[in-house]
């Protein structure tokens, strides 16, 4: 499989990309996002710009960065939003698996990144919630039964 993109910008790989849809829909908005998954050139060339002095915050080299995807099961499960902000997104956020290693008493401070860990998220086997599309789908298989 690949990554799933959920809109232009915010993109996680299957598992991580589940969860963020019923994060939102339980939250009923979409969520800020600075950064989802990136290519594996484009945190390279971040890598490149922290070891060289500029860049102000910790990155993570691109074959361990959970920002880049490597397969369904590693990486392309990273998210920097502004939410941490919120509690009570964060509390969601934290039921459905998205937790935060940068926070003390680690070195690496960086509360905006949460990583998603399916062994974490409470919803992980909920049925998935029908979409419009789905009902009307489901009404007309019903309109059409021959008896
Ligand atoms: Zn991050």
Redesign the pocket.
Known sequence: MALEEIRPGVSFRPDAAASWRRVEAEIGRELQTS?TSVDYDEQADLYALRQAGQYPYSVAHPDVS??VYRSDTDGGN???TDEWADPAVVAVLEDHGWWRPYLPPNPIV?Q??NDYDPARDNHRNDTPALKEDDMILIESEETRKPW
């Open positions: 950064r959970n920002h990273a998210v920097d960086e905006w990144h």
